[in-house]
């Protein structure tokens, strides 16, 4: 295994994940530079939201450490690692339904993020960055698809993340939503953050990694460039079979 | 300044009881009245828990039943005295709520009401079989003269009032806290609320220890009250029915609810018994009930704001 190099933002060395009998993530390692745009691919089932989920803490692994910082944060919930900074994005959105949209991003901010980002002054910034002011006093049940997608990226950046997992926040959108999204991440990113992106729209996860990582039943297969990815035969291999 | 008005309007509802004592209106009403506000203490600790943080519980009468045996308990061991005894009566119920607590690390939804209903069979059952205070028998007390007011109905339906007062102002102020709004992120999704950095298990934990520490304190007085306790009595189902039913009917997103939902049925009640029937109440409970799951499931509180809305 390769040794973390100083700037290791993330560090995920050889954890496993059982469900009773069925092996999730057979000790998979990872590394995630400070301000780097990776991608996590791989075919459905191999284990990239159990990944995520360890990686987060809603799930205890079982074998492994995950080191953040330098930190050993293996044994800590997960609401501790968002207030260090890591903080994920769900697949299905999961908005606080009985609050406005304002409201949704000032639990993030009054748990999560350090004091001095208080206040909805702050919320409102970010919802307008991510383009949602408008529906700023809205309650979540009345908004688009697109609008709850970005509704969850909004409150993931109320957070103040360092570490920004993005658990397919394309899927079921249409192109140019895609792109729509694709653009604010890449603007998150620029201002520092590191991504961590989920996603199976190829063409998406492409464009936006500067690395892939590939899953397929619980180990990693493949690791390298958009383009060494693509031309790789074990990827080719793990999503069409042979 | 929102705080001290809220303040000032629970010592003028003090205010109002003790020249409603000055009046000396029929004994009846003091009787009648303690029982009202008794299921507004209920129905707000059981809203803390149920209301704020999702979590429904069926167990009322376990913590309601804790309290007043606890002051048997004390009563029969020490002679401790009223204040004694609803201090201890709440304590004991709040460390059984904080061992539910702890049920919801693994239960949740539905199973997490079963067991909580378990919880208040199975401790029934320890009860009666405890003759130390009473056991299947029940246990009777013997009051000594009242020490204030001169009628033990007026100084029970006093310390009543004190007792709902705090409830609600603690309740107020939880709900206008950052724990009040945890507690509503992780009703509306728990998974999400711990990843936006909430605490959700320490949260939960203090939610269910405060809602058993007032449904405790609500139990404690009860066998001053009734003086004659069995425990089919201080765990009547009434009570895990009347603490679900009063928040619904009232709304249980916010102090109000309760306070209303107990105020109205816990008053028609109250009527029903003398008027009708005493088998009627529980009727009037379902027939309500029913009507506002249907027609205004966000309950009083929601209809009005509805309403207003428009």
Request: net charge positive; proline share 4%.
């Given at each position: 295994m390769s040794r973390p190099m100083a700037d290791t933002l993330l560090e995920v060395d050889a954890i496993s994940k059982r469900f009773g009998g069925f092996l999730a993530l057979d000790r998979v390692s990872l590394q995630v530079r400070?301000?780097?745009?990776?991608?996590?691919?791989?075919?459905?089932?191999?284990?990239?939201?159990?990944?995520?989920?360890?990686?987060?803490?809603?799930?205890?692994?079982?074998?492994?450490?995950?080191?953040?910082?330098?930190?050993?944060?293996?044994?800590?919930?997960?609401?501790?690692?968002?207030?260090?900074?890591?903080?994920?994005?769900?697949?299905i959105p999961k908005p606080f339904t009985s609050m406005t949209v304002l409201e949704n991003l000032g639990i993030p901010l009054e748990?999560?993020?350090?004091?001095?980002?208080?206040?909805?002054?702050?919320?409102?910034?970010?919802?307008?960055?991510?383009?949602?002011?408008?529906?700023?006093?809205?309650?979540?049940?009345?908004?688009t698809q697109i609008e709850m997608r970005k509704l969850?990226?909004?409150?993931?950046?109320?957070?103040?993340?360092?570490?920004?997992?993005?658990?397919?926040?394309?899927?079921?959108?249409?192109?140019?939503?895609?792109?729509?999204?694709?653009?604010i991440l890449l603007r998150l990113n620029e201002s520092g953050i590191t991504i961590i992106m989920i996603e199976h729209i190829m063409r998406a996860v492409m464009r936006f990694s500067q690395r892939v990582v590939v899953l397929d039943a619980g180990t990693r297969i493949a690791e390298g460039t958009p383009e060494e990815i693509v031309r790789n035969p074990a990827v080719e291999k793990a999503y069409l079979g042979e | 300044m929102k705080t001290v008005r809220a303040f000032l309007v629970g010592v003028a509802v003090i205010g109002l009881a003790l020249l409603l004592v000055g009046l000396r209106v029929n004994p009846y009403a003091y009787f009648a009245g303690y029982v009202v506000l008794q299921y507004v203490i209920i129905a707000t600790?059981?809203?803390?828990?149920?209301?704020?943080?999702?979590?429904?519980?069926?167990?009322?009468?376990?913590?309601?039943?804790?309290?007043?045996?606890?002051?048997?308990?004390?009563i029969e061991a020490f002679g401790a005295p009223l204040p004694v005894l609803i201090l201890a009566g709440g304590l004991v119920a709040g460390l059984?709520?904080?061992?539910?607590?702890?049920l919801t690390l693994r239960l949740k939804g539905v199973f997490f009401s079963i067991a909580t209903f378990a919880l208040s069979v199975v401790l029934q059952t320890l009860i009666i079989n405890w003759d130390y205070v009473g056991g299947a028998k029940?246990?009777?007390?013997?009051?000594?003269?009242?020490?204030?007011?001169?009628?033990?109905?007026?100084?029970?339906?006093?310390?009543?009032?004190?007792?709902?007062?705090?409830?609600?102002?603690?309740?107020?102020?939880?709900?206008?806290?950052?724990?009040?709004?945890?507690?509503?992120?992780?009703?509306?999704?728990?998974?999400?609320?711990?990843?936006?950095?909430?605490?959700?298990?320490?949260?939960?934990?203090?939610?269910?220890t405060l809602s058993g520490f007032f449904l405790g304190v609500a139990g404690a007085p009860f066998p001053y009250y009734v003086t004659y306790v069995e425990p089919s009595s201080a765990f009547d189902l009434n009570y895990a029915v009347n603490a679900l039913a009063m928040p619904m009917i009232g709304g249980t997103t916010t102090w109000m609810g309760p306070v209303i939902g107990a105020v109205?049925?816990?008053?028609?009640?109250?009527?029903?018994?003398?008027?009708?029937?005493?088998?009627?109440?529980?009727?009037?409970?379902?027939?309500?009930?029913?009507?506002?799951?249907?027609?205004?499931?966000?309950?009083?509180?929601?209809?009005?704001?509805?309403?207003?809305?428009?």
């Open positions: 400070a301000g780097e745009r990776l991608g996590l691919i791989g075919p459905n089932g191999s284990g990239k939201t159990t990944l995520i989920n360890c990686i987060s803490g809603a799930l205890p692994t079982d074998g492994g450490r995950i080191l953040f910082e330098g930190r050993d944060i293996t044994a800590l919930p997960a609401y501790q690692r968002t207030r260090l900074g890591i903080v994920r994005s769900f697949q748990y999560a993020a350090p004091a001095r980002s208080h206040g909805a002054a702050a919320a409102l910034d970010i919802l307008r960055a991510i383009g949602l002011d408008a529906k700023a006093q809205l309650r979540p049940t009345g908004l969850e990226l909004a409150r993931a950046m109320a957070a103040r993340p360092k570490l920004l997992i993005s658990d397919e926040a394309m899927a079921g959108l249409s192109s140019a939503e895609v792109d729509d999204i694709l653009a | 600790a059981w809203n803390v828990l149920g209301g704020y943080a999702g979590y429904v519980n069926f167990g009322t009468p376990a913590f309601f039943a804790l309290g007043a045996y606890t002051a048997i308990f004390l059984l709520g904080l061992g539910i607590g702890y029940g246990y009777t007390l013997i009051r000594p003269p009242a020490p204030f007011f001169g009628s033990w109905a007026i100084l029970l339906f006093m310390v009543m009032v004190g007792l709902a007062v705090v409830t609600v102002l603690v309740a107020r102020s939880v709900e206008r806290s950052w724990i009040g709004r945890g507690l509503a992120a992780l009703r509306d999704n728990e998974e999400a609320a711990e990843c936006m950095g909430v605490p959700t298990l320490r949260l939960k934990l203090f939610a269910t109205l049925l816990g008053t028609a009640q109250q009527v029903a018994t003398v008027t009708i029937s005493s088998e009627l109440n529980l009727l009037i409970v379902g027939v309500v009930l029913v009507l506002f799951v249907v027609l205004a499931p966000e309950g009083i509180v929601g209809l009005v704001r509805r309403l207003r809305r428009r």
